[in-house]
């Protein structure tokens, strides 16, 4: 056991270690926990420093089993790759690289000229139609690509954020129309220093392919813009290099990518 062993709950969802070789924090996942129907945990910080990390991640593992957690995830710096080994030997998974689009000076940068799409807060009864958006739009993220795991549970995540950011205290949800036409969602958050982060966007299945995908991100800038925001920053995975593209002829640079572990737990 290490040197030093704290966990911040009685029932170990949240803990930390630290020894000599290694710090590791972590914390529960509720809102994935409610989906998956077992505990989730996601390991908030990793940090190697010496030889004997190995031996103090045994810590962790016990507190996890003692939890019955049937998924934990991590997410490192793309350099990070004596933590990366560390969490390969003890059964984690690369699964995927993420970037961090973000546009700057957002007040004063020149943007195109608005798409045509209306933007207003999306209303109860529009919740239906972005379900089905969120239930069906999303294909290449973590849960949808490991293929340890159900989709449909993926599927049912995003349902669940949609859900809950119609009445969120920080998070909104913009439906985006053209006309009587719904065709996007975005969920976005206004956050202390004036950046406007996009947790969560889509374009409506049934209209990919018909250049929504440019008019509505457009849209959402001019949004921002307006609300007063500096900057927009959100997260997109590498696969996705359609929209990947679409950032780049948007504006957005791209920081030094990071990288997702899974460990899944092994079913009968």
Known sequence: MPEAYKSAQQDDTTGVIHTRDLDLEWAEAPWDTAVFGFPVLQITRIDVRGPAADAAVSAFEVVRDRLGAGLVSCR?????????????????RFIEMVY????????????????GLSVARAE??????????????FRNERFHMDPRMDPALGDQRYRNW???????PRQRLYALNDGDRLVAFFVTEMLPDGTCYWHLNAVAPQVQGQGYGRR???????QAREAGARRVRTCIVARNHRVLNLYARLGFRFPPPMMTFHWVRERP
């Open 76 to 92: 490192l710096a793309h350099d990070r790759l004596k933590e990366s080994m560390l969490l390969e030997a003890h059964g984690f």
């Open 100 to 115: 961090q689009p973000e546009l700057d000076d957002l007040q004063i940068r020149k943007l195109d000229p608005e798409s």
């Open 124 to 137: 109860q009864v529009q919740l239906p139609l972005l379900l089905d958006i969120a239930g069906s739009a």
């Open 162 to 168: 949609v859900m809950s950011s119609l009445n969120h």
């Open 216 to 222: 509505a991100w457009l849209a959402m800038l001019h």
